[in-house]
């Protein structure tokens, strides 16, 4: 199992970023899929979060209303849409996927369900 990330870049403070995950070796479809970030001396934290069965997704706080998350099941991919993006935002971000449905809600943003990750993109916002 692979996840490739692309997308990261450094944009001003207001600008937007779209961030694309392939995945390889299994399939996306009916899986929970999503992106954490990590910036320096922090821990990494859930962002966005989708089931790919039924397209439902969780959001940390700190992005609703700013980031998408979507899927594409026939091309293997989930996409992260970011609007209004704050220096706050700057982080790497990754990847993660396992390969059976999301935990409870409340459990979705926290990585213990994560069994595979991408090796990161980083985003910086100033």
């Known amino acids: 199992v692979q996840l490739v990330e692309s997308g990261g870049d450094s944009v001003q403070a207001g600008g937007t970023l779209r961030l694309s995950c392939v995945g390889s070796?299994?399939?996306?479809?009916?899986?929970?899929m999503g992106w954490f970030r990590q910036s320096a001396g922090k821990e990494r934290e859930g962002v966005a979060v989708?089931?790919?069965?039924?397209?439902?997704?969780y959001y940390a706080d700190s992005v609703k209303g700013r980031f998408t998350i979507s899927q594409d099941n026939a091309k293997n991919t989930i996409d992260l849409t970011m609007n209004s993006l704050k220096p706050d935002d700057t982080a790497m971000y990754f990847c993660?996927?396992?390969?059976?449905?999301?935990?409870?809600?409340?459990?979705?943003?926290?990585?213990?369900?994560?069994?595979?990750w991408g090796q990161g993109t980083q985003v910086t916002v100033s």
């Open positions: 989708i089931y790919t069965g039924d397209g439902t997704t």
């Open positions: 993660a996927a396992a390969n059976f449905g999301c935990p409870a809600p409340g459990y979705t943003l926290l990585r213990r369900w994560v069994k595979f």
């Open positions: 070796g299994f399939r996306t479809e009916y899986n929970c």
